[in-house]
């Protein structure tokens, strides 16, 4: 940790003084002269420019240290008719302001402006979806694809972000995972927050944290929400989906319907040269075929009474995939050379089921005590039947393969918050989570006749705690706590010595520190540590099939990575300067080896030494007319290394995103985005540039029916190339993206409720690693 926590202390020391300023104090009344216990100010110079903000919390609020000038000060609470007054600050003022009744009740108010639905708060991207191009994605996961610096796998079964790697997902500051928020209508969202270095209330494994949040309100009523999107990529897509939304006083109920027929499509080739014993092989692979996919949830959410509420909720994703795999294969070994034609009949099923339970309870007006309870379920059964062709002597039966991989997870926490006064928050909790898993293998293979079977047992205990304080000194705002995790893994075949036997205990402090500068400056100091567990099936036994030389296979002694990074930020009204360093210990990459017995190549996910590397990154967001526009450029540089791998040299490369709306017409929106990654060079890997533009329109029409066209990777240009040297093979690796689109979306929402209330946490915190 002194590697990088030495270099923390030269970013403490800065000017922040330029000026005498004052503060702003006041109380809020009714014209009963009561208190309104709620409410909003907003201070605002001159020009309208809003200058500062600042919430109501018992009748109170308080605005430090702004320059002396004339403002205008805005206070709105519900139920009030706003009130404004002029002050002219040249001392420190305390005020007293009346708030009127609003007599009018309106169902609904519509405001007619231009804004960027991205803003910059305290250091953090904040994507407003209501009204805007966002709105018109055809699904959640889409969405999360149209922000700057995430990417979606081809098959939509991860999220990663450039330089963060796999994110947290929350929802309304609740955990879900990726089916919950497959199953998550866009309509109901509201905005989504990108939390870099989130706090050690949150799970060691989160370097940056999707933070969604839903429309929520206490109105009565009903809703309906049916979505057809049609999709053209390789193959053809197509998603119905239902959602729907019941209230009435304190009980909701939800659920959810998804059918996806899915147009299975991959392809990549290899080239492979063993370096020492004069072979090379080439190949290409294709996998198609039909992907029906069912992703059915509902729950219950009871409002005990204001603060207190108990929420059940299960998810359920199923589906099939049969497809043919074909490989093209060259091999030449001396002077010999063979044409292989590889074809894998195979018949795969997945299921992945998770119930939760919430208990929210307010103890006191400054105590809140959470409790929750997770069980979830994952079968994946692959069964194959595999024929080769040598030199065009026709099919021949290979093996028959029949694997099984099935794991339960049952997890617990409990947190408690406490507001020690208005300005320190002081929380703790803890967490249990025992998971047990087991991978069964039966291969027959026909020449030589023999029959191979395997039975691997995987457990995994994790015991968690934290404590977290934060709050506010003066101007400066901070958090800071520590995260305890004990890891306890046990594996090994039936009947066999324990292959893996670890026992773990790991501190992952976290530090937030914010200096306001001025009302448009600020400066944030970041430093954490995390830990990114191996995904549970990546640490069984289970194995591909690709041609007679090539195998994939998982690794059952891959061990977790740990992260230690510090960064700074300077943030200025709508731009964001961010530079950040990190290190990692045991990071999980593929690579090769030669098993010469078997005359076999073995690619499977591996722990290598180390990767450190640094990012420069700047951030803005305008609004023109008619046109918004964010844009992003991050300048990263990495090295990996590791002792059986040809190091070369690293160099910097780049990031760059750019989103922009144009308000052609009332509801009516045309979009454009590219993204893109130039060459890199990160010592053990060489990887290809990357570049990517889309297209959107979206319109509304009768309030209800909503039409979008989305047209994704225009010049069909993402293919994903990596070359590298390892255990004296040189490999050079294509996988083609099946990332361009075209897709027709229709939505439609019936009754009348608006908003919803509904919370439910995912307890879990390992449920990403369930894929």
Avoid at 168 to 184: A, E, F, H, P, V
Avoid at 312 to 322: E, G, I, P
Avoid at 406 to 415: H, M, Q, R
């Amino acid at each position: 940790m002194k590697r990088i926590v030495y270099p923390l202390f030269l970013f403490l020391s800065y000017i922040c003084y330029g000026q005498i300023k004052y503060n702003i104090s006041g109380t809020i009344f009714n014209s009963d002269n009561i208190i309104i216990e709620k409410g909003e100010v907003i201070v605002l110079d001159k020009d309208l420019n809003i200058i500062e903000s600042s919430w109501v919390k018992n009748g109170k609020f308080y605005i430090e240290k702004l320059k002396p000038n004339e403002y205008t000060i805005n206070v709105t609470s519900l139920g009030y008719s706003r009130e404004s007054i002029k002050i002219l600050l040249d001392q420190d003022k305390i005020v007293s302001i009346i708030l009127h009744k609003n007599t009018e009740l309106l169902d609904e108010v519509t405001i007619k402006t231009i804004k960027n639905p991205v803003t910059i708060r305290n250091g953090n991207l904040k994507i407003s979806v209501k009204n805007s191009n966002l709105e018109s994605s055809t699904s959640a996961i889409d969405l999360l694809s149209k922000l700057p610096g995430i990417q979606i796998s081809s098959n939509k079964q991860s999220i990663y972000t450039i330089g963060k790697g796999n994110p947290l997902l929350y929802i309304d500051n609740q955990k879900i995972d990726l089916d919950q928020l497959k199953s998550l209508s866009v309509e109901d969202i509201k905005d989504i927050e990108l939390i870099e270095n989130p706090p050690a209330k949150y799970e060691a494994d989160g370097r940056i944290l999707i933070l969604i949040t839903r429309e929520s309100s206490k109105m009565n009523g009903h809703t309906i929400t049916l979505s057809e999107i049609a999709s053209f990529k390789n193959r053809f897509n197509n998603y119905l989906g239902i959602n729907s939304n019941y209230k009435k006083n304190k009980l909701e109920l939800r659920a959810n319907f998804n059918y996806n027929q899915l147009g299975f499509w991959e392809s990549a080739r290899s080239e492979l040269k063993i370096l020492d014993e004069n072979i090379e092989s080439k190949y290409d692979v294709n996998a198609i075929g039909p992907r029906p996919q069912f992703i059915i949830g509902g729950g219950l959410f009871y409002q005990l009474n204001k603060e207190d509420y108990i929420s059940v909720y299960t998810n359920l994703r199923a589906q099939s995939d049969k497809f043919p795999i074909q490989t093209n294969t060259v091999l030449q070994q001396e002077t010999e050379k063979d044409y292989i034609l590889t074809k894998g009949e195979n018949d795969e099923k997945r299921s992945f089921i998770s119930s939760t339970i919430n208990f929210n309870k307010k103890i006191d007006s400054a105590t809140n005590l959470f409790f929750g309870f997770q069980h979830s379920n994952y079968i994946r059964h692959p069964k194959s039947t595999i024929f080769n062709n040598l030199n065009e002597t026709g099919f021949k039966l290979s093996q028959n393969r029949n694997q099984r991989y099935e794991i339960d997870v049952f997890a617990s926490k409990i947190d408690i918050e406490k507001e020690i006064h208005d300005t320190i928050k002081f929380e703790m909790g803890g967490a249990i989570s025992k998971a047990y898993a087991v991978a069964l293998s039966n291969f027959e293979f026909v020449n030589p006749s023999n029959i191979k079977t395997s039975k691997y047992n995987y457990q995994e205990f994790i015991y968690a705690s934290y404590t977290q304080l934060s709050g506010k000194l003066n101007k400066i705002e901070y958090s800071a706590g520590i995260r305890s995790e004990m890891n306890i893994v046990k594996g090994g075949f039936k009947d066999a010595k324990l292959l893996v036997d670890r026992k773990q205990f790991n501190y992952f402090p976290k530090l937030q520190i914010k200096f306001p500068l001025d009302t448009a400056k600020s400066i944030y100091i970041n430093y954490n540590k995390t830990i990114s567990r191996p995904d549970y099936l990546n640490a069984s036994s289970i194995s591909t099939f690709i041609n007679p030389f090539v195998e994939f296979s998982r690794n059952v002694n891959l061990k977790p990575t740990i992260t230690e990074e510090i960064s700074t930020k300077l943030q200025y009204k709508k731009y964001n300067f961010n530079l950040n360093y990190y290190i990692k210990d045991n990071p999980v990459f593929y690579d090769v080896s030669y098993n010469s017995i078997d005359n076999r190549v073995i690619s499977s996910p591996q722990n290598f030494k180390k990767e450190s590397g640094y990012q420069i990154q700047f951030t803005n967001t305008a609004t023109y007319k008619f046109w918004n526009t964010t844009n992003s450029l991050t300048l990263e540089y990495n090295r990996i290394e590791n002792p059986t791998t040809i190091s070369k040299s690293s160099k910097p490369y780049l990031y760059y995103f750019s989103n922009n709306e144009f308000k052609i017409a009332p509801k009516t929106i045309l979009g454009l985005s590219l993204w893109g990654l130039t060459k890199r060079n990160q010592s053990a890997f060489k990887r290809n540039a990357l570049f990517m533009a889309s297209i959107s329109f979206s319109k509304t029409f009768l309030k209800k029916l909503q039409l979008a066209i989305n047209f994704n990777d225009i010049f069909k240009s993402v293919k994903h190339q990596s070359n590298y040297t390892s255990n004296n093979i040189k490999v050079q690796d294509i996988f083609y993206a099946d990332s361009r689109e075209i897709s027709f979306s229709l939505k439609y929402v019936f009754g009348e409720t608006k908003k919803s209330s509904f919370k439910n946490m995912d307890i879990d915190n390992s449920s990403n690693r369930m894929q």
